[in-house]
């Protein structure tokens, strides 16, 4: 199905037209590129057409690589954007595993999995952002296999790990392969899937010529259809690797992907992690009957436990025993605000473990091999790279960059800001100064939220690209939401917790008491234009920006990744099942006493308060839920522009809407806050530009200075 056969389906009431489909193979023409001269600044392209391993975002997945059995190389898929073609470039790569040499290209794919998830009640909702893809290795190591896709169908691919022959297609499932694994005697294949997801779908497509009902299973901005609910089994089949034949798998092969809990494990134990001779390591929570506990690390040896309960050992994401060096190694979440990563290694001849690094830099999908972590890791101005790890040292050795070219760029300086919040709470934020920023100099401030940890490329949701903008003149505060104030930390469930970051919308007066104290502290500098501030959001960003355009006086403009959190269209575009959970944790809709709930969160009731621009780009799946904002702004002349993206999800996964949004972002900030419009503008551009003229208190055109397109 092409990309705008849904739209043609959904929207046959009116004229449309198929795009054509770009021409060009996105990987010919990233290795047709030219070199840029070292010393340029970052560009959004540098940015749209990064390389990633794994998921584009810095935060914990599964390890994205997989190791050969005799631990001497390593496979990944690579995946770089393009712009022109909409597309990716995806390249399985294998090399050996100290480093040396090239990496050889195995198979290469343009299409691009998109992972899925459960939201509330619906079992399966697509997501924007990539499927992890790990490839795994034959247990003789002769023989790679991973997940691609046939027809639109993810399948279990494999090749040949030395690149001597053509990839083939193991699997013909009707169903997405969720997840694979080899025989231990490498002649077959365990595969899960949902074959129950396509079978409620087809049992809601067959009721379309009875009309469906308008009831807790539909969603209306994702769509007319009901959404599959209700629990959704995995279903497990074993193929031969010769002949492709499909079978049942065996309780032991269905235990490769779901194994049972380990029979010692303790009843609230979190990563049991067995180790040899009848050693153990485990978290379990310190305050149990909370919903969020902080963990202790507990190790048993000899039939005897120890227990570590300092915070040196809280934040632990993932544990691992280790025969080589004898020791459990642990790598954690730490530091102000949990703003830093950590390596724990505890020696079994030792009563508590030690931390041999801290770093600003994430790690990600970390594993052990031989005497070392193999980890992804990226830092503030460092993209991504697969390094190894000393545990006893914390030396890092590098085992390939993905992305060499972008340490000539220039980037601008980062400045870390730690501080406590009006309720006490550890909280962060980045300031990235433009890369030729000198003394006395004072630029305008934009804020970049919701997230300030590894590579600073665009916030969460990556929609607003911090150094392009930095290279453009701006200021740019990363900044990072605020855990949660100490009195909601105690909810003893979900519904408790959400409940009490309702009442008078705390958890928003905890953030903006944070982001108060950031801009004030980058005030501070002397760097930043006080009347020349803009703030940018996306998610929940968005709800903590219209509650600072709201209460207080900061900012001049904002850009927004989606829109609105306000009372009439935001859970009427959610439907049913969202309106009774949002009830439940305490929201008022079309009832008493809901004015008065939402007058510090609604930018509908503060109209007349909120003068700063807003522009807002929107996915096609969630726009609605912003319309309510947007017709009662454009009828009390307030300035706002709302763009929509066709065939997009909440995180935009498509490079060319990547490229337009980063672009947009940019002009529309440079507009409002340094009176600058494009030279190079071409027609839709300049059309564009002559609507913001037309906007209340927007520049005159005199007053406008001509800048290249970013």
Known sequence: MGLLTAAVLAHSIVPVADIPVPEGNPC????????????????????????????????????????????????????????QTNSYCQKLLVMPLDGTGTPREIARDAAFIRDDFALRTFVSVAAGWAKVIVPRWSPDGSTIAWLGQADGISQV??????????????????????????????????????????????????????????????????????IPTGPIARSYAKVDVGSGQVGAAG?????????????????????????????????????????????????????????????????????????????????RKTGWGMSAMGILRWDLDEPAPREVMVSDDMLIGCSPVGVELICAREGAVRPRRLVALDPRSGAERLVYDPNPEFAARKTGPVQRFRFRNAYGVESYADLVLPPDHRPGAKHPLVVVQYISHGLLRGGSGDEVPIQPLAARGFAVLSFAKPDLVPQVATARDSTELLKANRV????????????????????????????????????????????????????????????????????????????????????????????????????????????????????????EGGLDVVEVFRQNEKAIAL????????????????????????????????????????????????????????????DLTCVPLP
């Open 28 to 83: 010919t023409l990233s290795e047709q590129q030219t070199d840029i001269p070292a010393g340029e600044a970052v560009s959004i392209d540098d940015l749209v057409e990064l390389a990633d391993i794994g998921r584009s975002d810095p935060n914990e997945t599964v390890s994205p690589y997989g190791i050969s059995p005799d631990g001497r190389q390593i496979a990944f898929l690579m995946r770089r954007g393009n712009a």
């Open 157 to 226: 691919w494999m090749a040949d790990a030395d690149g001597s022959a053509a990839p083939r297609q193991m699997t013909t499932s009707p169903d997405n392969v969720d997840d694979f694994a080899w025989t231990k005697d490498g002649r077959g294949i365990v595969i899960a899937t949902r074959p129950g997801l396509r079978r409620a779908a087809e049992a809601i497509a067959a009721g379309a010529r009875r009309g469906y009902l308008y009831d807790e299973t539909v969603s209306p901005q994702f769509g007319v259809r009901p």
């Open 251 to 331: 309780p032991d092969e269905v235990a490769l992907l779901a194994p049972p809990p380990p029979a010692d494990a303790p009843e609230r134990a979190r990563l049991f992690t067995p180790g040899s001779a009848g050693v153990a390591a485990w978290l379990e929570p310190k305050l149990p009957e909370r919903f969020i506990s902080p963990s202790r690390l507990v190790l048993r040896r000899d039939g005897r436990e120890m227990r570590c309960d300092s915070a040196l050992c809280e934040g632990i994401l993932r544990l691992w025993w280790s025969d080589a060096m004898n020791a459990f190694l642990a790598v």
């Open 504 to 623: 008078d919308w705390l958890d928003r007066r905890n953030g903006q008491s944070s982001l108060e104290i950031a801009v004030g502290l980058a005030l501070e500098t002397g760097t930043v234009d006080r009347e020349r501030m803009g703030i940018t959001g996306w998610s929940d960003g968005v709800s903590s920006a219209q509650f600072a355009l709201i209460n207080s006086d900061l900012f001049k403009v904002a850009a927004l990744g989606s829109c609105c959190e306000d009372m009439y269209s935001y859970v009427l575009a959610a439907g049913p099942a969202y309106s009774a959970f949002t009830r439940s944790i305490g929201y008022k809709f079309f009832e008493p006493g809901d004015a008065e709930f939402w007058r510090p969160m609604s930018l509908i009731q503060n109209v007349d308060r909120v003068s700063a621009p807003i522009l807002i780009q929107n996915a096609d799946s969630e726009y």
């Open 643 to 702: 763009y929509v993206f066709e065939d997009e999800t909440h995180y935009k996964w498509q490079p060319a809407h990547r490229r337009s949004v980063y672009e947009r972002n940019i002009r529309w900030l440079e507009f409002w806050l340094m009176h600058r419009q494009p030279c190079d503008a071409d027609a839709a551009t300049q059309a564009e530009l002559e609507r913001w003229q037309a906007m209340p208190d927007a520049p005159a055109p005199e």
